[in-house]
């Protein structure tokens, strides 16, 4: 028999030296990561809850149908009448936190990918393993890196939530027909010119899939984000699990759900309204 | 000076090109070269040369290699060995900034397919080569709306392509190409994707703009008949190398090889072979004779009707043996009965359009140069004849002994 790999003993000595060694990189990321939250959070709950309900339903409305419109006033008038508005905006200022976080990562590694094989060769099986291992493992070195509390869970979130960017950005390059990227270098493009002019434009459909499957995973996060202190409608439902109380549970897990519906909505719809403006335009 | 000068030019596709493009030298065959060590042969040792202003298009069956060899020439697909010199300046050698700006400036491309950028309208799609070399909106808006009105599409400037039927977008296409104003046009089977009539108006416009703009142009296409039509020379491929170039007219005479025979043999003749090919030495007498000499011409001859000219053999008219003896009873001079608004055509008109002239004249039709010189005369029979595979300098198998009489 061979003795056991001491794998777990590797994994914790490789923490432990970015933790002593990578200390001055670490702590402006939780500083820049804190800040975001924050910031957001601030001007979520700079209106009133009844004023934020109706601009958010006019957004639905510009973008998408009237039901949509009509949709957003219900649901979250709902949230707030169940009391969970304040963790529910929480909440929103994490999700899109890691979600910016992400589309800034994403993209530019997804474009990498598009431009090399080698590169893609190298990213496609660390996307694999980012999405299998189970989210919780992540939780324990995000929590000896940055402590307790929204920061790790936003770099839990974005592990988690970043593969859909990064594949969608690379095939959505990828897809372009060949006879337009030909014609973009028979023209003497640059390389830079063929990709801002010809190739990114024409991905914008599959990157914003990318992007919105992407909230949709960071949303799936922050039930396990609470776990480490990141407060919120995800601490919500913990606590109703850990106290068994059904209702409690319900109520916040409904919050989550017709979040999770309005941003998925808008983000499907940002991308066509966008396309109808530029025709009518 | 010819502007593309290509010499043996080579593509090899596989994982040791150089390697194999040497065996093409030895005289190994395309199929013995990809059963053997699984290369693939694009284009072998091709050359050629293409003068300014010409209409130079290469033909070939899908797999004969012309798309290949027409990427080679900007290099969107590397050759493996083998020069291009276009303008005097080695293609082959160029570093990519040098090249860039060689596809910038003086070629441009049309793609089969239209390969318009689907996001932009037509005027930022014809705009994209000037946009490239960073040329200001208020230089490249004019030129590229310049460019759409020589296609006939300046007011849907701000359409997509999506809103245009085929033929628009190839149009769209061209202006695209144009609007930089390259020395050469490097056209992909640019009409193949259209409809037949769409695509005979497309090759009818492109030689419009060719007689006011003489751009150099290399024109692919696998359609016989639409390289008769355009192709001031057609070089004719088959597995990568060309097996014969020439004239429209010496391809269709004169074919190098049974597969050119082949490929020919079901063209409509009438659509290659012009006046000139057809027609018979004419009989001609001077307008200062008198009828008398003219009726004796005609006995001599065994023939109906006679041209009248000047001294410098410029045509005047046609005359017939029934006005001539008419005359000659009365003693009035030719100048009074020859019939001034004979027929004439060009000696460069095609036989098709030959057809309905020839058929309801009851005079021959005289062939008469820029000059106004009689070069010869056309002949019922002879038309026909040249139709039935009898081409003078081709072989011919039964004897074409027509008249000028008709």
């Known amino acids: ?281 | 000076m010819p502007i593309i000068e290509v010499k043996d030019l080579t593509k090899v596709f596989g994982e040791d090109p150089k390697r194999i493009s040497a065996l093409l030298g030895q005289g190994w065959s395309k199929d013995r070269i990809f059963n053997e060590t699984k290369h693939t042969v694009g284009v072998n040792r091709v050359s050629f040369s293409v003068e300014p202003g010409e209409i130079f298009v290469i033909m070939g069956l899908s797999g004969s290699g012309k798309s290949t060899l027409v990427r080679l020439l900007n290099r969107l697909i590397e050759p493996t060995s083998g020069m291009i010199e276009i303008d005097g300046q080695e293609i082959t050698r160029l570093g990519a900034d040098q090249l860039r700006t060689v596809r910038q400036k003086k070629i441009s491309m049309v793609f089969q397919k239209f390969a318009l950028f689907p996001h932009r309208t037509l005027l930022e799609n014809v705009e994209y080569g000037l946009e490239v070399q960073k040329a200001p909106k208020a230089e490249r808006e004019p030129k590229a709306r310049e460019a759409l009105k020589l296609v006939g599409l300046e007011t849907r400037a701000d359409s997509y392509p999506d809103e245009l039927s085929g033929g628009m977008q190839q149009r769209v296409g061209l202006a695209r190409a144009l609007a930089n104003d390259p020395d050469i046009l490097l056209m992909d089977e640019a009409f193949s994707a259209l409809d037949p009539l769409i695509r005979k108006d497309m090759q009818d416009e492109l030689l419009d703009l060719q007689d006011t703009m003489k751009k150099t142009i290399v024109f692919i296409t696998h359609d016989l008949d639409e390289a008769l039509r355009i192709g001031d020379r057609i070089a004719l491929m088959k597995d990568g190398a060309i097996v014969q170039i020439g004239t429209p007219e010496e391809i269709m005479v004169n074919p190098a090889s049974e597969y050119v025979e082949r490929f020919v043999e079901d063209v409509d003749l009438s659509k290659v072979l012009t006046a000139a090919h057809v027609m018979r030495r004419p009989e001609t007498i001077g307008i200062d004779r008198g009828a008398r000499v003219a009726l004796q011409l005609m006995r001599e001859s065994g023939i109906s009707n006679l041209f009248v000219t000047d001294r410098s053999r410029r045509l005047i008219g046609v005359l017939t043996a029934e006005d001539a003896s008419e005359a000659a009873r009365r003693g009035l001079p030719l100048e009074d009965i020859v019939i001034r608004d004979a027929p004439t055509v060009a000696p460069g008109v095609l036989l098709n359009e030959l057809f309905e002239l020839v058929g309801s004249s009851k005079v021959p039709v005289a062939v008469v140069n820029e000059t106004g010189r009689i070069v010869g005369v056309i002949v019922r029979g002879a038309v026909l004849g040249a139709l039935a595979g009898h081409v003078p300098g081709r072989e011919v198998d039964g004897d074409a002994s027509e008249t000028t009489a008709g």
Request: glycine share 8%; aromatic share 8%; net charge positive.
């Open chain 1, 1 to 281: 028999m061979l003795p056991k790999l001491p794998l777990d003993k590797w994994v914790d000595a490789a923490v432990d030296w970015i933790e002593s060694s990578l200390g001055f990189v670490l702590d402006p990321i939780a500083a820049g990561i804190e800040g975001a939250v924050e910031g957001i959070s601030y001007v979520l709950h700079l209106l009133p809850a009844l004023a934020m309900i109706v601009l958010l339903a006019a957004l639905a409305w510009r973008f998408m149908r009237w039901k949509m419109a009509l949709f957003t006033l219900v649901g979250l008038f709902l949230i707030d009448n169940l009391g969970y508005w304040d963790h529910t905006m929480d909440t929103l200022a994490l999700v899109l936190t890691s979600a910016i976080v992400s589309i800034v990562i994403g993209i530019p590694i997804g474009i990498a990918c598009a431009r090399s094989k080698r590169t893609q060769q190298i990213v496609t099986p660390i996307l694999d393993f980012m999405q299998t291992m189970p989210a919780f493992v992540y939780l324990i070195p995000a929590v000896t890196f940055f402590n307790l509390g929204v920061v790790p869970g936003v770099i839990a979130s974005v592990i988690f939530a970043v593969p859909p960017t990064i594949r969608l950005t690379n095939l959505g390059i990828r897809q372009v027909p060949a006879d337009l990227v030909e014609a973009a270098d028979s023209f003497g493009s640059t390389p830079a010119q063929k990709l801002v002019k010809v190739q990114l434009p024409l991905a914008v459909p599959s990157i914003m899939a990318g992007i919105n499957q992407t909230i949709m995973l960071a949303l799936s996060m922050v039930v396990i984000a609470s776990l480490i202190g990141a407060q919120g409608i995800g601490a919500d439902v913990y606590r109703a699990v850990s106290q068994i109380k059904t209702g409690k549970g319900f109520e916040a897990g409904l919050a989550i759900v017709i979040l999770a519906i309005f941003l998925d909505r808008l983000t499907q719809h940002l991308v066509k309204g966008k396309r109808q403006a530029d025709r009518r335009g």
